[in-house]
């Protein structure tokens, strides 16, 4: 348990006491006066309880966390025994021969199975087919040595695992004798591109007849190969550690804070109760019958605290777990010193507590208040950091005084605690006070502010208003402007046919001018004709 929970305890009473009566400045002021001298009380324990305390005895940091990784094992720096062995063979190698002993116990086995085989065997540098003797070798794509001088398969497998992965039919080839010999423990392409000296002007792989589109093949399918196996063996082998250590982790942390509840639950009460024993008048009852009330009295409050204590138990696993996983990340980009570890782990519970806060507020809690408490919590999360990571350096100091110095590994510890509590306490304290200021009526100008910023909130929600209805009556306007436009087509084109009929009927017209004329004529021509035939047969009739 950290010096956080006392801060979190006097978020809440302030919280509480703002949604009672709004107190006067002069009560205000004096209400805080009285929550910092009890503050100081409650960090100053808690501080000896918790970071300064109860972890020192319960972890063993280490520099660099609990898990190694590559850039830790690069530097030397090692989480376990084991991979302290690991690195030190490993720095060996770089400087001495490289024992091949292992790669080759298999070899003579390999070249006779491949021999005894009826598929041919096939160079896998020159595509050739080989002979089934001393003229048919076996190689490594990636060399013995490569692998032996890589951090990563040193740290992550063992010997053993290297040698299998050396050995897989993926990395061990057939290749000619001469160019086994020639290859050695070069990168196969510098090797292949490089000019031969028993045949000035020409490569390796012009001198060898070597089929370079295959060499890459192959070189790509062994390094493909050597990259999952690694791979394979840092997850199994970083997985397990990561899985342990957070578990350890865990219940170290869970055990640590539920200890705490209980622990500053007891002193607390002890305090209290020895304070109203000394101040309180000898009664006529045995003394020993009060301290034993006393006695009773304490051990129900730390009952009554089990519930919390179970809560902090559950919390601390899994903060222990997730700040050992934390750790393990950074430590991928960054070395962390034995003490950053202490404060990452000790830092996380508070700002799960800030999020918590500022995320899922407590039901009836002002937004002032949950930014009030979470800045709090904060502030002990830093004021903590900061003490840890002076702790040092007060025991540097008190080394140096000589009656002080075989007691500095304990004193250092109790004198950081008291003197970060009080930085906490002074710290909230200060917080409260600047928040206070904030919610008090006087402060005209930061209310004329934010009525201001409301004020113009409420003009830019009307001005797009405004502009939404101008752009709706744009559309309109629009589509008015269409349907004059589809009106003057339709009234043209009107006007179009109407000429028409003009000049269709004027055209009717004079036909029908014409056809009455026509009329008239043939008429009159009839009429002629009929007084012609009266007139034969008048003439007809009158002759004898």
Same mark, same amino acid.
């Given at each position: 348990?950290?010096?956080?929970?006392?801060?979190?305890?006097?978020?809440?009473?302030?919280?509480?006491?703002?949604?009672?009566?709004?107190?006067?400045?002069?009560?205000?002021?004096?209400?805080?006066?009285?929550?910092?001298?009890?503050?100081?009380?409650?960090?100053?324990?808690?501080?000896?309880?918790?970071?300064?305390? !109860?972890?020192?005895?319960?972890? @063993?940091?280490?520099?660099?966390?609990?898990?190694?990784?590559?850039?830790?094992?690069?530097?030397?720096?090692?989480?376990?025994?084991?991979?302290?062995?690991?690195?030190?063979?490993?720095? @060996?190698?770089?400087?001495?021969?490289?024992?091949?002993?292992?790669?080759?116990?298999?070899?003579?086995?390999?070249?006779?199975?491949?021999?005894?085989? @009826?598929?041919?065997?096939?160079?896998?540098?020159?595509?050739?087919?080989?002979?089934?003797?001393?003229?048919?070798? !076996?190689?490594?794509?990636?060399? %013995?040595?490569?692998?032996?001088?890589?951090?990563?398969?040193?740290?992550?497998?063992?010997?053993?695992?290297?040698?299998?992965?050396?050995?897989?039919?993926?990395?061990?080839?057939?290749?000619?004798?001469?160019?086994?010999?020639?290859?050695?423990?070069?990168?196969?392409?510098?090797?292949?591109?490089?000019?031969?000296?028993?045949?000035?002007?020409?490569?390796?792989?012009?001198?060898?007849?070597?089929?370079?589109?295959?060499?890459?093949?192959?070189?790509?399918?062994?390094?493909?190969?050597?990259?999952?196996?690694?791979?394979?063996?840092?997850?199994?082998?970083?997985?397990?550690?990561?899985?342990?250590?957070?578990?350890?982790?865990?219940?170290?942390?869970?055990?640590?804070?539920?200890?705490?509840?209980?622990?500053?639950?007891?002193?607390?009460?002890?305090?209290?109760?020895?304070?109203?024993?000394?101040?309180?008048?000898?009664?006529?009852?045995?003394?020993?019958?009060?301290?034993?009330?006393?006695?009773?009295?304490?051990?129900?409050?730390?009952?009554?605290?089990?519930?919390?204590?179970?809560?902090? !138990?559950?919390?601390?696993? %899994?903060?222990?777990?997730?700040?050992?996983?934390?750790?393990?990340?950074?430590?991928?980009?960054?070395?962390?010193?034995?003490?950053?570890?202490?404060?990452?782990?000790?830092?996380?519970?508070?700002?799960?507590?800030?999020?918590?806060?500022?995320?899922?507020?407590?039901?009836?809690?002002?937004?002032?208040?949950?930014?009030?408490?979470?800045?709090?919590?904060?502030?002990?999360?830093?004021?903590?950091?900061?003490?840890?990571?002076?702790?040092?350096?007060?025991?540097?100091?008190?080394?140096?005084?000589?009656?002080?110095?075989?007691?500095?590994?304990?004193?250092?510890?109790?004198?950081?605690?008291?003197?970060?509590?009080?930085?906490?306490?002074?710290?909230?304290?200060?917080?409260?006070?600047?928040?206070?200021?904030?919610?008090?009526?006087?402060?005209?100008?930061?209310?004329?502010?934010?009525?201001?910023?409301?004020?113009?909130?409420?003009?830019?929600?009307?001005?797009?208003?405004?502009?939404?209805?101008?752009?709706?009556?744009?559309?309109?306007?629009?589509?008015?402007?269409?349907?004059?436009?589809?009106?003057?087509?339709?009234?043209?084109?009107?006007?179009?046919?109407? !000429?028409?009929?003009?000049?269709?009927?004027?055209?009717?017209?004079?036909?029908?001018?014409?056809?009455?004329?026509?009329?008239?004529?043939?008429?009159?021509?009839?009429?002629?004709?009929?007084?012609?035939?009266?007139?034969?047969?008048?003439?007809?009739?009158?002759?004898?």
């Amino acid at each position: 348990m950290t010096t956080l929970e006392p801060v979190a305890a006097l978020s809440s009473r302030t919280a509480l006491s703002t949604e009672t009566s709004a107190p006067s400045s002069r009560e205000l002021r004096e209400r805080r006066l009285d929550e910092l001298l009890e503050s100081c009380k409650q960090q100053t324990l808690q501080q000896i309880i918790g970071p300064f305390g !109860l972890t020192p005895a319960m972890f @063993d940091d280490k520099t660099g966390g609990n898990v190694t990784t590559l850039r830790n094992f690069e530097q030397g720096i090692t989480a376990t025994q084991n991979d302290a062995a690991a690195y030190t063979e490993w720095h @060996d190698k770089q400087s001495n021969p490289i024992d091949r002993t292992a790669y080759g116990k298999t070899f003579p086995a390999k070249r006779k199975a491949m021999f005894q085989n @009826d598929e041919p065997i096939i160079s896998a540098y020159t595509g050739k087919e080989l002979p089934r003797d001393g003229r048919t070798h !076996l190689d490594h794509v990636n060399s %013995v040595k490569s692998i032996e001088i890589d951090p990563r398969a040193n740290l992550f497998m063992n010997e053993a695992q290297r040698v299998e992965m050396a050995n897989a039919p993926e990395n061990l080839v057939p290749a000619e004798h001469d160019i086994n010999q020639s290859m050695q423990d070069k990168v196969k392409l510098d090797w292949a591109n490089a000019e031969r000296k028993k045949t000035p002007g020409q490569t390796n792989a012009e001198s060898f007849g070597v089929d370079v589109e295959l060499l890459k093949r192959t070189q790509d399918k062994a390094d493909r190969h050597r990259k999952i196996e690694t791979l394979k063996a840092q997850a199994k082998k970083q997985g397990a550690e990561l899985a342990s250590t957070c578990a350890t982790e865990a219940g170290k942390n869970a055990l640590r804070q539920a200890m705490g509840v209980l622990l500053h639950e007891f002193v607390n009460s002890s305090y209290v109760e020895v304070a109203t024993l000394v101040r309180t008048p000898a009664p006529t009852e045995n003394l020993v019958d009060r301290v034993t009330e006393a006695l009773k009295r304490t051990l129900d409050r730390v009952t009554a605290k089990l519930g919390h204590a179970f809560d902090a !138990l559950i919390e601390g696993g %899994v903060q222990g777990a997730v700040s050992n996983l934390l750790t393990f990340i950074i430590n991928n980009v960054v070395t962390t010193s034995a003490k950053i570890v202490t404060v990452i782990r000790e830092s996380f519970k508070g700002l799960w507590q800030a999020i918590k806060i500022v995320c899922f507020p407590p039901k009836g809690l002002s937004a002032m208040d949950a930014a009030r408490q979470a800045t709090k919590i904060i502030a002990g999360v830093i004021t903590t950091s900061v003490g840890l990571l002076f702790e040092q350096s007060i025991k540097g100091f008190l080394v140096s005084i000589p009656f002080l110095a075989p007691l500095a590994a304990y004193v250092a510890p109790v004198i950081t605690g008291i003197l970060t509590g009080l930085m906490t306490a002074l710290t909230v304290y200060a917080i409260d006070r600047l928040f206070d200021w904030l919610s008090q009526t006087g402060t005209e100008h930061l209310e004329a502010q934010i009525d201001t910023l409301e004020a113009d909130a409420a003009l830019g929600e009307r001005l797009a208003t405004f502009i939404e209805q101008q752009y709706q009556h744009s559309q309109r306007y629009q589509e008015m402007l269409a349907c004059y436009e589809a009106m003057a087509e339709d009234l043209e084109k009107a006007e179009h046919h109407l !000429l028409a009929a003009v000049d269709t009927a004027a055209a009717t017209v004079e036909i029908g001018a014409s056809t009455h004329k026509a009329l008239g004529t043939g008429l009159a021509n009839m009429k002629q004709m009929d007084d012609e035939l009266e007139r034969l047969l008048a003439d007809y009739c009158t002759k004898p």
